[in-house]
């Protein structure tokens, strides 16, 4: 057998012709049996790996299997055989079976504490320990499990070993003699916590840049506090900065042995908490940590392990220390998240007072506005008011882009039959009208006014079309505001420029017509008004002169003569050829008391206006259109192969629809809709991941520890992307570095919020979005090759 030559077609990514040498030499009858073992395990290798787009669990199966029961077994042939066993009691049976040929193979143990329930993974590790195996690999899964079944008694030995006996880094060394520490400190006898102590110690000299996340220091407190050496503890703790730096050991791919040290760090905060009952300030730190570090996994997680006292606990601290902004955003984001919304406001206008700006940690108050009750949302309406009338000191150019447009919204509303025009303009009005150009909601804001018939509406209009000079909308409803003031050819303008944008909407082509109608009814009787005497037109304009803004007379029979200077039967006269001849509309009747309401013909007034060029066409598609080829698709990855993965998706509506939607999202990716290619890479993600567990036959799962209550089952389709990973993860459905990836996707999904669309100091960038798709390829590659 050329085993070069294969692993040479391997290495080079040729799966199906190492795949067709390998099956010749199986079938092949001058081949000896140790040979034909080997290439069943290729065979098997290869239908294993990620991204093989032929692989097959089916067929890796059956060769791995005939490579065990073979004489020739290969050892890591049980581990992959357990991989794609479907029945993990049998793949259990089958590592035990190797354990028996191979007793003391690191990759078949490793596999053992893989795939077996806890009693078998517990006698796994009292073998490997009573073996004395020292492979680093199987060390850091062993210590791993003991740790997180809170078995610490055999951490500080494996801990040295995994030193001692492999070719380990400067920070692997430190984070083994950190769980060896810890393993020692948790015996609570003091020979063994002082050398604790001393580890702890000589690790905070070492770890300069902090890799450890403080656990050294944490450490050290712990010991201090347990030999009762109240000042060196103090020592430490003052050295501990208030910040996020206080974490579990569970951060990513660099991670070397997860470590969830909750229960000693809250155990360690209580006791310190106690020392210092006299000493104010360091208690208000200590409490004030121990909230941060209980919120740091929500921040990626979505693991909620804070409570409403944990909140207060935070604000006492930031009452004396209100420069520390991390305070504060993690304050307001514990409040969301447990819908305290009126204090979360609370705390993001104390944020604002401060100048800082919370878009810029990811702060945003649009969602608790939208989902605060209708009481809730009042207090926050009345209160906004108020700072507005007592000069609240803040950047204005935030209140009016977070929290006016977010009011606004709500008040605005889904059914147009319950819109509050009134609390819209009431609150409005309380500022300089200079500051609505910050404004998203520039539409709202000028209709809501011109439903009040306030003459602001028209400059709130033309505001909103200098910032969007393509809305459709603004242009209409400018043209309805110019047709009521009686400027037709203004009116026309907009109405047309309306139309030009979409033609299709009814209210914009209805519009146009009846102001063409009324212009040529109106310029007939301009052409004739020019050949009236100049007596009569004097008359004209002495009964135009008393019109107001919006072309209106209106005068009593009575008064006719007055304004007309003449009899009053030539008055009535003159009256009725005015609008016989269309010079003026009678809109509303009267008599000789009650004053009778014309319109003026707006042509005649004015004469005739120059008709305005019309509005440049946008460019913009056309140039987004110039970046749709076929090329610029396959050179960001959306080719052939990534296609295909797709294919094995097994139920045919949802793998067209995720086609549909991966192209959807490339498109979007070239033409630069970032927030759009963003939204849906999450997305995708997020239904690759909900397939994965479907497919599994995993229909309702118990969510209950994501959120640390009591158990609480739930339907897979019902799952957001932090519960599906959560599912994922529990049921090792995705790897440790994809479940941190697909994490970090969900992460930046949240933060391309509404109310930060479109703004001049936080833009979504192409860079960004192109980053998120990197992701998504890397995802699809990795749930749909498996």
Request: charged share 30%.
């Amino acid at each position: 057998m050329d085993l070069k030559r294969i692993e040479d077609l391997l290495d080079n990514k040729k799966y199906q012709e190492a795949e067709q040498q390998l099956a010749a030499i199986i079938i092949d009858s001058d081949s000896v049996e140790k040979d034909i073992s080997i290439a069943n395990y290729l065979v098997g290798y290869i239908h294993t790996l990620w991204d093989n787009k032929e692989k097959s669990h089916w067929k890796a199966r059956q060769a791995l299997l005939k490579c065990i029961d073979s004489s020739y077994p290969i050892p890591y042939a049980f581990y992959l055989y357990a991989g794609v066993e479907e029945d993990k009691n049998v793949a259990v049976n089958y590592l035990r079976k190797g354990l028996g040929r191979f007793p003391t193979n690191p990759e078949i143990y490793i596999g053992l504490l893989q795939y077996s329930l806890k009693a078998e993974q517990l006698k796994a590790i009292d073998e490997i320990i009573e073996k004395e195996l020292s492979d680093y690999n199987l060390l850091k899964k062993v210590i791993g499990l003991l740790i997180s079944y809170e078995l610490w008694d055999d951490v500080d030995r494996l801990s040295n070993k995994a030193i001692e006996e492999n070719n380990v880094s400067d920070y692997i060394r430190n984070y083994f003699q950190l769980l060896s520490a810890y393993s020692k400190l948790l015996t609570k006898d003091e020979k063994n916590i002082l050398e604790a102590l001393a580890i702890f110690e000589s690790l905070i000299e070492q770890d300069v840049q902090n890799f450890l996340y403080n656990s050294h220091y944490m450490g050290a407190i712990g010991c201090t506090i347990l030999l009762k050496d109240n000042k060196k503890a103090k020592h430490y703790f003052d050295k501990l900065a208030v910040n996020n730096s206080i974490q579990d050991l569970n951060n990513g791919p660099d991670c070397i042995v997860d470590v969830d040290f909750v229960k000693i760090y809250v155990s360690i905060f209580d006791e310190f908490s106690k020392i210092l009952l006299e000493d104010k300030e360091r208690k208000q730190k200590n409490d004030c940590l121990r909230a941060l570090y209980l919120y740091n996994p929500y921040e990626m997680y979505g693991i909620v392990r804070f409570t409403k006292k944990h909140i207060n606990d935070l604000k006492r601290f930031y009452k004396s220390n209100a420069d520390n902004v991390i305070v504060g955003c993690v304050i307001f984001k514990m409040e969301c998240e447990l819908k305290l919304y009126f204090s979360a406001y609370l705390t993001y206008m104390d944020l604002l007072n401060r100048y800082t700006n919370p878009i810029e940690k990811d702060i945003y108050i649009s969602a608790i506005i939208e989902n605060c009750s209708d009481e809730e949302f009042e207090r926050i309406y009345v209160d906004a008011c108020q700072k507005i009338d007592n000069d609240f000191d803040m950047d204005m150019s935030l209140f009016v882009t977070e929290i006016l447009d977010s009011i606004v919204a709500r008040l605005w509303g889904k059914d147009d039959r319950k819109r509050n025009y009134q609390k819209v303009v009431g609150i409005l009005e309380k500022l300089n009208i200079s500051h609505f150009g910050k404004s998203d909601k520039l539409f709202i804001i000028a209709y809501s006014y011109a439903e009040l018939k306030n003459s602001k509406a028209k400059r709130l209009y033309e505001m909103l079309l200098k910032k969007e000079p393509n809305n459709s909308a603004a242009l209409n409803n400018l043209g309805v505001i110019y047709k009521k003031y009686g400027d037709l050819s203004k009116a026309e303008e907009y109405f047309n420029k309306a139309y030009e944008i979409d033609s299709t909407e009814e209210l914009y082509s209805r519009n146009l017509k009846d102001i063409k109608k009324s212009l040529v009814k109106y310029t007939m009787a301009l052409e004739k008004v020019k050949n009236e005497p100049i007596w009569f037109i004097g008359r004209l304009s002495m009964f135009y002169d008393i019109a107001d803004e919006s072309g209106e007379i209106q005068c009593t029979y009575k008064n006719r003569p007055t304004i007309l200077k003449v009899r009053p039967e030539k008055a009535n006269e003159l009256v009725d050829k005015m609008i016989e001849n269309s010079y003026i509309e009678k809109v509303s009747t009267g008599n000789n008391h009650t004053p009778v309401t014309y319109r003026i013909n707006p042509l005649i007034k004015t004469f005739l206006q120059e008709e305005r060029s019309r509005v440049e066409r946008n460019k913009e598609y056309e140039k987004m259109s110039e970046k749709l080829n076929i090329d610029n698709l396959e050179e960001i990855g959306y080719k052939g192969e990534s296609i295909d993965l797709f294919n094995n998706i097994s139920e045919n509506d949802f793998r067209e629809i995720l086609k549909r939607d991966l192209k959807e999202c490339a498109v979007c990716l070239l033409t630069e809709q970032n927030k759009a290619a963003i939204i849906m890479c999450g997305s995708i993600i997020e239904a690759l991941l909900m397939n994965k567990i479907l497919e599994k036959s995993i229909e309702k799962y118990d969510i209950g520890l994501l959120s640390n209550i009591t158990p609480k089952l739930k339907k897979v389709i019902d799952m957001d992307i932090n519960e599906l990973l959560f599912v994922a993860d529990k049921e090792k459905l995705i790897k440790k570095e994809h479940f941190h990836l697909s994490h970090f996707a969900r992460s930046y999904r949240n933060i391309i919020h509404p109310a930060c669309e479109i703004r001049k100091k936080f833009e979504v960038s192409n860079e960004e979005a192109t980053f998120m798709w990197n992701i998504l390829v890397r995802i699809v590659r990795a749930l749909l090759s498996e």
